[in-house]
């Protein structure tokens, strides 16, 4: 196979110096190294490439891991193994390795290359400190540093801006068998959550479209004049969070709060008809949650919404935890929407309340800003977006990863999903051991046409989240819960995902990885 030919180029450091030599005795031929991050390779790279090689019988490709490459959010855009495959596919470099430190200082003293290339630009405005270091290195052994000549200097960051790729087959199908993993390890867990227990507790939304038609306004004030025309219920919330459980296959308990009203028997009976285990607790002195969207030719002129956020009476605490504590499940989710069951004062007894050895799952999905995923400490996932995460920090500055990682460590959770919209998630898991640096990794949103992108995140927890609990593996929780969001989106409307919907999109891209047509799904 023609992938194999070109990973046998890919070297460890033990490897490459096992097959080089060191000099000067045991070397026969001379060796030059270039060192960059690669992420996109351009005419400029090539260019580099080519004249390092014209310098030397021997060109080895050193490249900045993952791990260490935080200049701009979303980077790398290509993952470290499918960089190197990428350099290595390239007749002109003869071995390639992933340089597991943030500089090439420790592989400079290791490999001891005759020359190390690099670009024009590190050299036209005078030597930089960190050039200075490396050329000492050199220096030390007699090496000697080689500057590529060129006046364009092409920038990754900058093309990628422009237009990026779409290599999101790819890079999935490269992280996949980094981990000695395939398609059909996807499809396999899709059996694996089936019939699986979970208990989830939130809040319950009944959201409303109501259809009007312009007539005009008054003359006298700026008042816009509607006529009604129809109105739509979903339940919405916490609530299809647990219908999306439920489509994936699991046996659904939902433990919420709702109001002595109309609302709370559209709730009852709708999840009653999807096959969800309710356990309603009724508080008269609140409303169920409502919130009505005003919509004319299409346009959403006005939200009203009819809540309490009141923070739940004791004596209903009191019997969130009994049901938290007595009723079996195989794991437990928080689904937080911050109107009434959790907050800064309730959170401690809910946790508490949890059995021990179930799988413990948060979701804060919060419009206001008074949301924190950071008060779900130490459990096994957790799955914020972008601005649940800024705001849980109080960081506007910081790129992706690193936000992410700080988020991760301050939650002290086992897995991160940190939800990116188009750009699909981020996430992090435990490291197995130190020189395991695939502790986070990135996957690729595979919508198609994006119908209607609401409910995508609801999608996105309950795959998630069965199939981590249910195989242990963070990796395989988080690619299925994107193929789910990914489904989702090309709903119109929040409508509960199905194994199915999932298959069919493990298919397609398994397809565009493998060049294969897209004429049927499985």
Not at 352 to 379: C, H, K, M, Y
Not at 450 to 468: H, K, M
Request: hydrophobic share 40%; aromatic share 8%.
């Amino acid at each position: 196979m023609a992938e194999e030919k070109y990973r046998a180029k890919i070297k460890t450091v033990a490897e490459l110096i096992e097959i080089i030599g060191q000099p000067p005795r045991a070397r026969k031929k001379k060796v030059i190294m270039c060192h960059g991050a690669f992420d996109v390779v351009h005419p400029g790279h090539i260019r580099h490439l080519m004249y390092a090689k014209d310098k030397a019988a021997i060109l080895v490709a050193s490249l900045t891991c993952d791990d260490h490459i935080v200049k701009a959010s979303f980077r790398p855009f290509v993952p470290e193994q499918l960089r190197a495959l990428n350099l290595a596919a390239m007749d002109m470099v003869d071995y390639v390795i992933i340089d597991a430190n943030q500089t090439p200082l420790q592989n400079l003293r290791d490999i001891k290359p005759d020359y190390f290339a690099k670009g024009y630009e590190y050299v036209s405005s005078g030597l930089h400190p960190k050039t200075k270091e490396e050329k000492d290195i050199l220096d030390s052994y007699g090496g000697e540093i080689i500057f590529t000549p060129g006046d364009v200097v092409y920038s990754s960051t900058k093309l990628l801006e422009t237009q990026p790729p779409n290599i999101g087959a790819d890079k999935l199908l490269s992280l996949l068998q980094a981990e000695d993993l395939s398609f059909d390890d996807l499809r396999n867990s899709l059996d694996r959550i089936k019939g699986l227990a979970v208990h989830i507790v939130g809040d319950t939304i009944v959201d409303s479209y109501t259809e009007t038609a312009m007539i005009g306004g008054q003359t006298k004030t700026p008042t816009m004049s509607v006529r009604y025309e129809s109105v739509r219920n979903y339940v919405g919330g916490a609530g299809v969070v647990a219908k999306h459980l439920k489509a994936a296959g699991a046996d659904v308990t939902f433990t919420t709060v709702l109001g002595d009203d109309a609302f709370k028997d559209l709730v009852l009976n709708d999840l009653k008809d999807y096959g969800v285990t309710i356990n309603a607790i009724i508080d008269p002195t609140r409303p169920t949650t409502h919130k009505n969207a005003i919509v004319c030719d299409g346009y959403r002129l006005l939200k009203i919404d009819t809540l309490d956020n009141r923070t739940i009476s004791d004596n209903i605490q009191a019997r969130f935890h009994t049901a938290i504590r007595e009723t079996p499940a195989s794991c437990v989710v928080f689904s937080d929407f911050r109107h009434g069951i959790f907050n800064r004062s309730t959170i401690p007894g809910m946790v508490a309340a949890i059995p021990a050895g179930t799988f413990r799952v948060a979701d804060s999905q919060v419009a206001s800003r008074w949301g924190n995923i950071l008060e779900f400490q130490e459990f096994d996932l957790i799955t914020p977006n972008e601005r649940e995460a800024r705001f849980a920090l109080g960081d506007q500055d910081s790129v992706v990863r690193p936000l992410a990682l700080k988020l991760y460590q301050e939650a002290k959770c086992k897995s991160l999903i940190l939800k990116l919209g188009e750009r699909g998630l981020l996430a992090y898991r435990p490291r197995a051991n130190q020189q395991d640096l695939r502790s986070f990794f990135v996957v690729d949103s595979f919508a198609g046409t994006v119908r209607d992108a609401v409910g995508s995140g609801d999608a996105l927890l309950a795959y998630a989240t069965l199939v981590e609990a249910a195989t242990g593996n963070s990796l395989v929780a988080a690619i299925i819960g994107a193929f789910a969001a990914a489904a989702e989106c090309e709903y119109d409307g929040n409508i509960p995902v199905t194994p199915q919907d999932v298959m069919k999109k493990i298919n397609r891209v398994e397809r565009a990885a493998s060049f294969v047509g897209d004429d049927e799904d499985r």
